[in-house]
């Protein structure tokens, strides 16, 4: 009981202290152990001392026991008993779940205050304790080195945080500096777009003031009387191309004169060739290296990274906003070079020409205007003043210095060279107008081009309208375009595949150094007559010009062999056969070619034995002088006007006493007309056909440069090809402007197109064998009556294979329509489409409505017309799709829209203020469109747009009750009894009841009157071709010729009074016919009779042709058609031999 006892003390002695130790944790914030609460005396004196001891382990025991049962591994090898024995045993836990379980705290005080557990402590304690410290130390260095640890990695963060937050507040202060940078860029863009829309409208004002003003002032205007003449008529060329790309539209020159200031240069005032490349060769390094001219570099420049331009393109469709691209420009116009600035938006392009430069201030009419203000000036200033006053004249003609294009306008996009430098975009327009851009770099270029719209090169050359063939380089657009096999298959003419080598090679009207390029076709120019059966009358095409005459081929071939100038690569000729200065050479009689031509001559026309004067001079100097190798302009094959000095320039007298006025011409050309077009003839001629191709390897193909060009004598300065230099890897900015020079002066060759022959074109003989056979064939195919016996007042025959119903579409008197179905399968033996099981039908079949008269009211149009009106072929207008009749003199002042399929009215148009008297349509294009023209007895004409996708006038569907005209035209003083049409030449022609006949642009613009002879008034039929014809017959068969320049070409009167009159597709042909019933064929350009078709028994009302030109349908008085056979090729043959 001694153990007992003190175990009791004990534990009596530690319930103060361990009260105190809760009361002192209490004081401390620390968790506080329970208190056992203080029991009265007598009560506490009562109890035994086992129910003291639990009463005061109470809270403690519980800790114990789970102590003890935690430790039990450990306290069973150190717990022992006197013999060693273990007290706690850890294999049988029973006795320590007993313990744990136990609610009596004897056994617990019994084991803690037994002699073994005095002794394990003296024997462990010790121990324990240097464990402990040695564990606390250890515990102590891994604390340090976690504490080192965690500081150094906290330093490491915070570091991280402060170099981020560094980096964050640049990035911050970059972005907003970026940020500022942009918007200041965007308001100067804003500026810049508001101040170029500034002069745009400007610019726009002017013209419409200018407009307004011709208008008015014109004889034929409200403030304009007949008698009144002005004193000079000046004209220019306007840049309106047709199909073939050909510019003959002349428009009135508010910039004209005779330039009487001007005089002609001396003898004296030329360098020799060689003095002029010497001057231009001292401002050139002597070190500088000429690149190697391979064939295998230009596929390197041309190539393109598919996923590249992939790319480019999504990116850019991606872009939003008003500017996708904004990049300085230059615009290369004709004898000018300007600097700007292109923005292309998401709709359209914007061109700014950059006022503050240098270059452009020297011509800008502002500074000479200043100038001019001078009280006193020198003679050499003075000279100045008028110099830069031609210069301005230049930027006069120049557009677009403040253009803006809509991307609807756009129709074709070409990658160009500009100095040699493929960094040039050519953009061509709706109005069939272009513009030419140099960007800085070829990067730009791409950028450009997939900031515009997809378009390609256009729809004539069977591409696809995608962005990467307006990238494309040359000799891609070769090898992919279906062109030459069209050529090879006498589709296109050779003027059309020569324009299109040019168009695709890089040659432009905007750049005179790339002046397109044509061939002599004709040796010629002495004779009293041109037979083109003989083959010494042509140029042998497979020699270049230099090498014709065989004494200067040597002289040539000698300058290449003993070349010693080691700068530069020998050469056969020191300029190209095409440079600016040839251009303006041929035609320097018209505007703005004059102007432009002494811009760049010092104000001086050239000396008058120098001026190109006549054309068999020019030849014979091209065989002679060794300076001259220059070949010809298309101009020479289509505007005889270039012939003509219309504008009355000074231009001397040659050393034989002859003035020089007109350019004189080959005796068996009577007429600059009579020139061109025998000309023309020459090329299409079978000799020209048979040898072009092998002019085409010089000039385009193998022979332009390499071995074969040697062989050939067809070496130019190394500086006129592609390649030849790279301006950019000049430094030197004296060097590059000479090397610019250079480029300028020696011109520049087209692009190289072929590395191998060009293919020859397929004989005519072996495509068309019936067209040199003697064809007896029945002039008249077929005659169908129709029942109503109504005069057949007007035929439309649309019978192109892919329409959906070909058809010839006939209006009688009373205003029955028939849709008589066209069958293709008939036509000559050997034509296309002609089989032997088919040869037996006939090509018309009638309206199956017409044929039954009981459903013949859905072909009756019973809308009530004016009584005035006298129902003519003019009053009718069928679509190309045979869909749709438009018909006027409606008692309303409309014209009205009518279904062919149904007979129901689809459409009423208002517009005038009086009856429309006649109505006339343009070519239609792909999908349909085209142009409509009113006219009216308020003695205005209209100018509509028929939308092929919609069918309706006007394009937009939403508005249809209410459309727009595109323009009104006036001058006429009574009402309009014919008009015609061609959207080809944007032109409209129309004829007055009692005359004049006008010429009017589809922009509302009036050009001229075309004047007939005395008392050859009231016009009554109109027909224009493509070609440049315009047919008009007077009443008492009276017939004028025109060409759309107004000049009279030919004249001639008949018996018969015609009621009907068309041209053949290519304009060479006229075809009446009248009361008489004859149907006759004449030579357009001169009148003269080709053929006369037996008389039919009835008046001729109305006529057409098919799309093949080989049916002739006409509409007859007595209520029938008749078609006839006509072949215009069996006659174009019979005459185009001897002149």
């Known amino acids: 009981m001694g153990a007992v006892d003190a175990a009791v003390a004990c534990a009596a002695s530690s319930t103060p202290s361990s009260s105190a130790l809760a009361n002192g944790a209490t004081s401390k914030n620390l968790p506080a152990v329970q208190t056992v609460a203080p029991m009265p005396e007598d009560t506490l004196e009562n109890m035994s001392i086992t129910s003291k001891l639990e009463r005061a382990l109470e809270k403690v025991a519980p800790l114990l026991r789970e102590i003890f049962v935690d430790f039990a591994p450990f306290l069973s090898r150190t717990l022992l008993g006197s013999h060693g024995q273990e007290l706690l045993i850890e294999g049988t836990p029973t006795r320590l779940v007993c313990m744990k379980s136990s609610t009596s705290v004897v056994e617990l005080v019994m084991l803690l205050c037994s002699q073994e557990w005095q002794n394990s402590i003296q024997k462990n304690a010790g121990l324990a304790f240097i464990e402990l410290i040695n564990e606390g130390r250890l515990l102590c260095h891994a604390m340090k080195d976690h504490i080192v640890r965690v500081a150094n990695e906290a330093e490491f963060i915070l570091n991280r945080q402060r170099a981020e937050d560094v980096h964050k507040h640049a990035e911050f202060e970059s972005n907003c500096g970026q940020y500022a940078a942009e918007r200041r860029e965007e308001e100067k863009m804003c500026d810049h777009l508001i101040s170029a829309a500034k002069h745009r409208d400007h610019v726009t004002a002017n013209q419409l003031r200018q407009k307004i003003v011709n208008i008015l002032t014109n004889k034929h205007g409200a403030w304009g009387t007949l008698g009144q003449r002005p004193p000079h008529d000046f004209w220019r060329l306007d840049y309106w191309e047709d199909d073939l790309r050909r510019r003959r539209r002349f428009v009135r020159n508010p910039l004209g004169s005779t330039h009487l200031d001007v005089s002609c240069r001396t003898l004296q005032e030329y360098v020799t060739e060689e003095d002029e490349l010497v001057k231009l060769k001292t401002l050139v390094f002597p070190g500088q290296s000429v690149p190697s001219q391979s064939p295998e570099t230009e596929l390197i420049l041309e190539g393109d990274d598919d996923s590249v331009g992939l790319l480019q393109e999504k990116e850019v469709d991606n872009l939003g906003g008003p500017v996708v691209l904004s990049s300085p420009a230059q615009l290369v116009a004709p004898g000018l070079v300007v600097r700007g600035t292109l923005s292309i938006s998401t709709s359209e392009i914007y061109f700014e020409v950059d006022e503050d430069d240098p270059a452009f201030k020297r011509v800008s009419p502002k500074v000479i205007s200043t100038l001019c203000s001078g009280a006193e000036w020198s003679a050499g200033a003075l000279n100045l003043v008028v110099l830069l006053r031609h210069f301005s004249k230049v930027l006069a003609y120049t557009e677009g210095l403040h253009g803006k294009w809509m991307f609807s306008e756009i129709r074709a996009i070409f990658s160009r060279r500009h100095l040699l430098q493929n960094t040039a975009v050519e953009v061509f327009m709706a109005n069939r107008t272009s513009v030419l851009f140099n960007f800085p770099d070829q990067a730009t270029v791409k950028k450009a081009v997939h900031g515009l719209p997809r378009v390609g090169v256009g729809t004539s050359y069977g591409l696809p309208q995608d962005r990467r063939i307006s990238l494309a380089g040359p000799r891609q657009l070769f090898k992919s375009s279906n062109m030459t096999q069209r050529w090879q298959r006498r589709e296109i003419s050779n003027f059309e595949y020569l324009m299109f080598l040019n168009t695709i090679a890089g040659r432009t009207y905007n750049d005179l150094n790339q002046y397109p390029l044509f061939p002599w076709v004709l040796a010629s120019y002495d004779s009293q007559e041109l037979d083109l059966t003989l083959p010494a009358n042509f140029r042998d095409l497979s020699k270049p010009v230099g090498a014709l005459n065989p004494k200067r081929a040597a002289f040539f071939a000698e300058r290449f062999e003993s070349w010693t100038d080691d700068q530069t690569p020998p050469c056969h000729y020191r300029r190209y056969c095409s440079t600016a200065g040839s251009a303006l050479h041929w035609l320097v009689r018209m ?456 000049k009279l070409l030919a004249r001639m009167e008949l018996d018969d009074s015609s009621r009907a009159i068309l041209l053949s597709s290519d304009g060479h042909n006229l075809v009446t016919g009248g009361d008489n019933g004859v149907v006759q064929v004449w030579q357009a350009c001169s009148l003269k009779p080709l053929y006369v078709y037996p008389a039919c028994d009835a008046a001729i009302r109305a006529m057409d042709l098919s799309h093949d030109q080989r049916t002739l349908i006409t509409g007859m008085a007595s209520g029938s058609i008749v078609a006839f056979n006509i072949d215009f090729n069996r006659w174009h043959y019979e005459h185009q031999h001897r002149y």
């Open 591 to 1046: 505007e703005p070619f004059a102007t432009l031509f002494l811009s760049a001559n010092n104000n001086r026309f050239d000396h008058p034995d120098r001026i190109f004067s006549s054309v068999a001079r020019s030849w014979r100097n091209c065989q002679r002088d060794t300076s001259d190798v220059n070949e010809l302009i298309p101009e020479f094959f289509y505007l005889p006007e270039m012939l003509v000095n219309a504008n009355g320039y000074h231009l001397g007298m040659r050393e034989d006493r002859a003035m020089v006025g007109d350019v004189d011409l080959p005796v068996w050309a009577k007429t600059p007309e009579d020139f061109v077009r025998i000309n023309r003839m020459a090329l299409e001629s079978e000799f020209v056909s048979c040898q072009l191709h092998q002019w085409i390897d010089l000039i385009f193909g193998y022979k332009q440069r390499g071995p074969e060009a040697v062989r050939g004598l067809n070496v130019f300065h190394h500086l006129t090809y592609e390649g030849g230099v790279s301006l950019d890897a000049i430094a030197d900015p004296l060097t590059r402007e000479a090397t610019e020079a250079q480029i300028r002066s020696f011109g520049q060759t087209p692009s190289h197109l072929l590395i191998e022959p060009h293919p020859p074109r397929s004989s005519a003989m072996h495509l068309s064998p019936l067209m040199f056979k003697d064809q007896l064939q029945q002039d008249v195919i077929m005659v169908l009556k129709f029942p109503s016996n109504s005069p057949v007042t007007h035929v439309a025959a649309n019978t192109l294979p892919h329409l959906a119903v070909p058809a010839v579409v006939t209006v009688t008197c009373g205003r029955l329509f028939a849709v008589n179905r066209w069958h293709n399968t008939v036509g000559l033996r050997g034509a296309p489409g002609y089989s032997l099981e088919q040869a037996h039908h006939l090509p018309i079949e009638m309206d199956p409505l017409i044929a039954n008269s009981a459903a013949s009211n859905k072909r009756q149009i019973t809308d009530l017309v004016d009584q005035s009106i006298r129902i003519g072929t003019q009053c009718f207008v069928v679509t190309a799709d045979n869909r749709y009749i438009l018909v006027c003199g409606f008692w309303d002042k409309s014209f009205r829209v009518y279904s062919s399929e149904t007979g129901k009215l689809t459409q009423i148009v208002f517009g005038h203020w009086d009856v429309v008297t006649c109505l006339a349509r343009s070519e239609s294009y792909i999908g349909g469109d085209c142009y409509i023209v009113s006219g009216s007895r308020d003695a205005t004409l209209l100018l509509w747009y028929w939308s092929g996708r919609h069918h309706i006038i006007g394009d937009n569907p939403v508005n249809s009750d209410y459309p727009a005209p595109r323009a009104v035209l006036t001058g006429h003083e009574q009402e309009v009894a014919c008009v015609a049409v061609c959207a080809e030449l944007g032109l409209v022609i129309s004829g007055a009841q009692d005359g004049p006949c006008l010429v009017h642009t589809i922009t509302g613009d009036l050009l001229r009157a075309l004047e007939a002879p005395e008392s050859w008034r009231r016009p009554r039929l109109i027909s224009v071709s493509s070609e440049g014809h315009c047919i008009i017959y007077y009443e008492r068969g009276r017939f004028c010729n025109f060409s759309i320049n107004g």
